[in-house]
């Protein structure tokens, strides 16, 4: 909006463009989901499933796009600027590399990562017959296995996940509103997404006791080919603002029981006048004050 | 007799202490990392991969297992948050989430900071604060509260204004609708003026890129590429004349005429070089045979005229394919 050539006439577009404008606390990103040249059913209808879990937050292309992402990036890169995502998944079927999903991000409205996967198997929503839970619950994600942290692409595929299912950065949640986990494993080359419905049961304690129940999605993937951001580009995507680090607060410490320890900073005091509890009995007379004199007490001597 | 069946019954609440507690407890070998602001559990235990292999509801339900295991010991974690009830004594319980521990990439970079513009620069110097004004303003007219400006603003609509006095030191013959008309155009454009200005300073001041920057995808034609090294390579404090060039990289010879296409020769230069080029040319202009090839450059004509048809026929049957589709074109689809 600042770098507007052309000022919004209306407030509607001026919202408009202040909600895409770069940002301190960024909003949540949205993903579209855009169909290739000729995907097939079982592509189109995992893109249908991950749109139906990523609402409202994602954009379906009804369309089909003829485009190779890994060639050629500039229509990805004009969907993502016209749309304002900055999430994407690519479904596309061909006899070299059948039910292919190439699930990306940008930064800036260039791709930033771009990892494919191979869709062995697929279980899709409706064919699990089971209650779902609401449209926008923020799931739980689970990543299991060793791979997710010894391979580098694994890593980028765990972030890249995390940051397409992560949903809305909420500041706190209702406890029994907990309902869907999403957990994907990596063993043996092939990563495992299964989504399930938790059941909180009652247990003697106060934290209850799990039991899942098949729900959603679950989706055989292996991952083909990559293209990942240099390091640099990576490392400048990560950068946060200064202004947007929590401001320590001074002079306030915590030790590791947990007590909170403050220090406030005195001027030098005269101990000689400091308030203390008033004992009228050695209250000083104006008498005594000028002779110095602590010895009978003239209240005593007056009495008498 | 007593105290050994209080011990009994102790021992006995401890077992069902201890049995309520297994059930949500879960044994793993390493523990797992947990983000709680994003919901999420990282699990580093090689998972049993014997088991996994085999396909078929065995392996769903090893993975329903782990999942269940995993999903336990997040919920333990959340649930120890701190809780309250939102909403009063009655609502829901919710957990406080702490800031989100795992560092994801930014959708945008962060924003610039602005260079201020004239105005801001002229009151920060004279220490000119902003007054913050009333959005209401009292109209005496009208009596009531009307907005400063807009519609149905305090001063009444400017454009119904009947009267314009003519002000003491003005021309009685002017038309001074017109001047009131032709002074607020002026202070618009001045305005806009000032906006573009301070925006192309703006622009200016943040901008401190190279003419042809290198693409943030690292994909790049060549041509760019070229011109970016040529670039780079001149930028040093000699102008790149010691700069030592790549094993495979070619030499550039120095084009002394500083990148401009024409270049004539010197007038009073290589004697022999003009005299064999004037009589080249003599010899051509008496010889009968025709410099241009007749028959090469209709040749060439034809096919570049055939390579245009066949690209153009191409592009108009994809259209109108398109168009066919969309509209039902009365008389076409007879043919």
Request: aromatic fraction near 6%; include cysteine; hydrophobic fraction near 35%.
């Amino acid at each position: 909006l600042i770098y507007c050539y052309r000022k919004p006439k209306t407030k509607r577009a001026k919202r408009f463009l202040e909600k895409r404008e770069p940002k301190l606390k960024e909003n949540t990103k949205n993903a579209m989901l855009i169909k290739g040249g000729n995907a097939n059913l079982r592509v189109t209808e995992v893109l249908k499933d991950i749109y139906a879990v990523k609402k409202p937050f994602a954009v379906l292309y009804k369309k089909k796009n003829i485009t190779r992402p890994f060639e050629d990036q500039t229509s990805l890169e004009f969907f993502s600027k016209k749309s304002d995502c900055s999430l994407f998944l690519f479904g596309s079927h061909n006899k070299k590399r059948p039910n292919n999903l190439i699930i990306g991000r940008m930064f800036d409205y260039h791709v930033l990562d771009m990892i494919e996967l191979g869709i062995e198997k697929f279980v899709s929503l409706k064919d699990v017959k089971n209650s779902k839970c609401p449209e926008g619950t923020k799931p739980m994600l689970i990543f299991a296995g060793d791979m997710f942290d010894v391979n580098e692409e694994y890593r980028r595929l765990k972030s890249l996940l995390i940051d397409f299912f992560r949903g809305p950065s909420v500041p706190s949640i209702r406890l029994a509103g907990l309902e869907y986990v999403l957990h994907f494993t990596a063993v043996d080359g092939k990563i495992y997404m299964r989504s399930y419905k938790v059941l909180l049961k009652k247990s003697g304690c106060k934290i209850p006791r799990i039991e899942l129940e098949e729900m959603g999605p679950s989706l055989d993937l292996v991952m083909r080919r990559t293209h990942l951001a240099s390091d640099d580009l990576y490392k400048l995507s990560l950068k946060q603002p200064k202004a947007l680090k929590p401001k320590k607060k001074k002079n306030i410490s915590h030790d590791v029981f947990g007590t909170t320890y403050g220090r406030i900073h005195m001027q030098k005091q005269d101990l000689g006048k400091l308030q203390t509890r008033k004992m009228k009995g050695l209250k000083k007379r104006p008498a005594e004050k000028s002779a110095e004199d602590g010895g009978v007490s003239p209240k005593k001597s007056k009495s008498a | 007799m007593a105290a050994v069946r209080v011990e009994e019954v102790l021992a006995a609440a401890e077992e069902r202490e201890a049995e309520k507690r297994r059930s949500v407890t879960v044994e793993k070998e390493l523990e797992l990392e947990f983000d709680l602001g994003n919901l999420l559990a990282l699990d580093r235990n090689p998972p049993a991969a014997a088991g996994l292999r085999g396909a078929g509801p065995r392996r769903e339900a090893l993975l329903r297992a782990l999942a269940r295991d995993n999903t336990q010991l997040l919920v333990a974690r959340l649930w120890e948050l701190p809780a309250e009830r939102a909403g009063g004594a009655g609502g829901p319980l919710v957990a406080r989430l702490p800031e989100p521990a795992f560092r994801l990439p930014r959708e945008k970079p962060p924003p610039r900071p602005r260079p201020p513009t004239r105005w801001e620069q002229f009151a920060r110097l004279k220490g000119i604060r902003r007054r913050k004004r009333t959005s209401l303003v009292w109209d005496e007219q009208a009596k009531e509260w009307r907005r400063r400006w807009g519609y149905r603003r305090a001063g009444g609509d400017p454009a119904r204004a009947w009267l314009a006095e003519v002000p003491a030191g003005a021309d009685p013959q002017e038309d001074q609708f017109a001047r009131l008309r032709r002074e607020k155009r002026e202070r618009v454009a001045r305005n806009e003026l000032n906006r573009l200005r301070n925006l192309a300073r703006a622009h200016r001041a943040g901008t401190t890129v190279p003419a042809a920057p290198l693409h943030p995808t690292g994909h790049q034609s060549r041509e760019e590429l070229g011109h970016v090294t040529r670039v780079a390579r001149v930028s040093t404090a000699s102008l790149g004349r010691f700069q030592p060039r790549l094993p495979k990289e070619p030499a550039e010879p120095p084009s002394r005429s500083g990148g401009r296409k024409r270049r004539f020769e010197p007038l009073l230069g290589n004697l022999a070089a003009e005299r064999s080029r004037q009589l080249e040319l003599l010899r051509d202009m008496g010889s009968k045979k025709p410099v241009l090839d007749i028959t090469r450059a209709v040749n060439k004509q034809l096919r570049q005229e055939e390579a245009e048809a066949a690209a153009a026929k191409g592009k108009k049957q994809s259209q109108r394919g398109k168009r066919g589709r969309r509209q039902q074109r009365p008389g076409r689809s007879s043919k």
